[in-house]
């Protein structure tokens, strides 16, 4: 047992990284929600509130299914998923927006705000917001409207206003910036739920500790099912709140490996990536100090990556920390391997995954190798892929 | 005291408010840029903002974020903007200048910021960092130049103090919750705040953000020690890039020292 999950410290740094580094106007929203944030989460009418909508609204738990022609494909250890492809609104990200949206209910804030990439995150904070009947402003890089058309659609029906966003490399970063200055402009009637493991202390915090329960549920399953914890945890990193989210509760388990993959897009060392844990140094973007895609004159690199949601130059600052001290381990796939995992998945399961975790699902081919036919390895499948069906099928030449 | 202390004293002394003019480095071209510092001091400004140029400048409205994607696109870095800074002050020795930017581009370039002094520079301000932290924890260290810090409407009153401690040469108060560019100054909560910071400092407080004509210029040089413009004339530098006639943006800015003085 170690004490590596007692983080972040009081000002919001897992060692060197995190932190709070935003305009001034935001300090008192920060300072507020990390108030109300410590005294509810141990407050047993909040935890019950926040595990009933987790049953009831978002289904869980979610399974942890055996994948016995994937296992059998492999020809190494067992192979189970974490479905959080499973959970209402398809993706892992409900967990996070609906704990956050509580905080907001708690905080008496009429209007809700987010950033997007896939759009996953769009949909699980517009999904919330219109349950509890709250007006609610989503950020989207203008590319990412494109790449990701259905659920911009689906954002537009649960009656949130879409905002795309031109500037930069037109993607989840500069909807992040938006999401910001928006917040900046209307800090005191205004909740932003981020939807990642990033951004200034408290969210890459609030963002683990709810999506925690995947990690949670996953002990309870291991030992259901197999009678002991996994020998690796593997799950896809974009901002890294999936990832965080499986791995959490593990990271006093030492003999458990944890396993992020990052988006390769044309491979790592043509510099043409979304991999700042690979290819990156630390640098301070959108609030925290993190593993960062920058050149030498502290300009943030644009990315690429054929899945929208890991198209991000930044990582949480606790994946950083954990990659530092040798917890946690990070690789990279290229979206070509994506893809291939992602037909392969589908073909072999019956289960399409998302883009975003066909990254993951790609390092399996070499995981399986590593490890012995007795292995347990989990893959956190983060979403469901309905959402990719228009830029696979793009790839694969078919017009509709 | 180093240049930007003694031109706040000199114009306290003479009973007058101090014009801050904000231009981004290399919006259209530094060359642009060193010209129009110099039109800024013959039009009565006292102190010289140099955006300096980042890819995600969060608290920038649209008018200035356009302006750094100008500049990022002809490669502007911190080290050509000091170059530019050096040239400046071969001819001009004693007007202030301050850098104002983002966290990431001076941890950057942090050999430059330990002989920014020597440099020409005067003061920096950094948008993303709270006033509380000290600079030199980030490696951007040089105790001969002054750390202005930002205190908006929202700042408690526990952290003014703690950021008043932590600044020097002047407080930089935003006028308003939003990004700069925006509209609606709200004067009594600007007198206010302004009134209140004023307890914990002596240092002077100049007053940013929405602010667009002469007269909302005069109205906070009532309550503030200066006033400090940047959108309206970033947006003025651009209506004019292609024909270089500031002519316009000159009697701007005398426009604006007459109202504030």
């Known amino acids: 047992m170690s004490n590596k999950e007692n983080f972040p410290d009081v000002n919001g740094f897992f060692g060197e990284y995190g932190g709070k580094f935003v305009p001034e106007t935001l300090m008192c929203a920060l300072d507020e929600l990390e108030t109300t944030y410590n005294n509810l989460k141990d407050d047993p009418t909040f935890i019950k509130e926040f595990y009933k909508d987790l049953s009831h609204f978002v289904g869980r738990p979610s399974p942890l299914y055996f994948a016995q022609r994937l296992t059998e494909h492999y020809g190494g250890g067992n192979i189970w998923l974490k479905r959080e492809d499973l959970n209402h609104t398809g993706a892992h990200k409900i967990n996070n927006t609906v704990g956050q949206i509580l905080l907001a209910k708690h905080m008496g804030k009429k209007r809700i705000i987010a950033e997007t990439g896939a759009g996953q995150h769009g949909v699980a904070t517009a999904t919330v917001a219109a349950r509890l009947g709250l007006e609610c402003h989503i950020y989207m890089g203008a590319e990412d409207v494109r790449r990701q058309s259905l659920n911009v659609y689906r954002i537009k029906l649960l009656g949130a206003h879409v905002h795309p966003v031109d500037s930069g490399s037109a993607t989840l970063k500069d909807a992040l910036n938006e999401a910001l200055r928006d917040w900046v402009t209307n800090v005191d009637d205004t909740y932003y739920i981020i939807g990642s493991v990033t951004g200034p202390h408290p969210y890459p915090m609030i963002v683990r500790d709810f999506n925690s329960v995947v990690g949670q549920e996953l002990i309870t399953q291991s030992n259901e099912l197999f009678n002991k914890l996994p020998d690796a945890v593997v799950a896809c990193v974009g901002g890294g709140s999936n990832a965080m989210g499986a791995f959490y509760p593990f990271i006093k388990e030492d003999d458990v490996r944890l396993i992020g993959v990052e988006a390769g897009g044309e491979g790592v060392e043509t510099g043409e990536h979304a991999a700042p844990l690979n290819d990156g140094t630390p640098g301070v973007l959108h609030g925290a100090r993190s593993y960062l895609m920058q050149d030498e004159a502290g300009q943030v690199k644009d990315t690429k990556s054929v899945s929208a949601g890991l198209d991000y130059p930044g990582v949480g600052p606790e994946h950083s920390w954990l990659k530092d001290i040798g917890r946690a381990e990070y690789v990279a796939v290229s979206d070509d391997e994506a893809l291939k995992a992602f037909h392969e998945v589908t073909e072999l399961e019956g289960i399409m995954p998302a883009l975003e975790t066909a990254h993951a699902f790609a390092y399996l081919p070499i995981l399986m190798k590593e490890l012995g036919p007795e292995a347990n390895v989990v893959v956190n499948v983060s979403g469901r892929g309905d959402k990719d069906i228009n830029t696979v099928a793009q790839i694969d030449g078919i017009e509709f | ?261």
């Open chain 2, 1 to 261: 005291m180093n240049k930007l202390q003694i031109k706040l004293e000199d114009l306290k002394d003479k009973n007058k408010k101090a014009l801050v003019a904000y231009l981004v480095a290399g919006d259209p071209d530094l060359d642009t840029t060193l010209e129009l510092m110099h039109l800024f001091v013959n039009s009565g400004v006292d102190v010289i903002e140099i955006g300096v140029p980042f890819t995600d400048p969060i608290a920038e409205g649209p008018i200035i974020q356009k302006a750094h994607d100008r500049a990022l696109k002809k490669d502007i870095s911190l080290k050509n903007i000091v170059d530019m800074v050096i040239k400046f002050r071969q001819t001009n020795t004693d007007t202030p200048i301050v850098l104002m930017g983002y966290l990431n581009t001076f941890i950057s370039h942090s050999d430059l910021i330990e002989e920014s002094d020597k440099l020409g520079i005067d003061a920096l301000l950094v948008v993303d960092i709270p006033g509380e932290l000290k600079l030199d924890s980030y490696g951007i260290s040089n105790p001969n130049i002054d750390t202005i810090s930002l205190i908006s409407p929202t700042t408690a009153d526990t952290r003014i103090k703690q950021i008043t401690e932590n600044s020097s040469g002047f407080i930089y108060y935003v006028n308003l919750r939003g990004v700069t560019g925006s509209s609606n100054l709200d004067m009594t909560e600007i007198e206010q705040n302004i009134s209140k910071i004023r307890q914990y400092t002596s240092i002077p407080t100049l007053a940013g953000f929405g602010i667009k004509t002469p007269s909302d210029a005069k109205i906070l040089a009532k309550c503030a020690d200066g006033v400090i413009v940047g959108s309206s004339i970033v947006e003025m530098i651009d209506a004019v890039k292609e024909t270089k006639d500031f002519s316009k943006i000159e009697e701007y800015l005398k426009d604006l020292n007459r109202a504030i003085n």
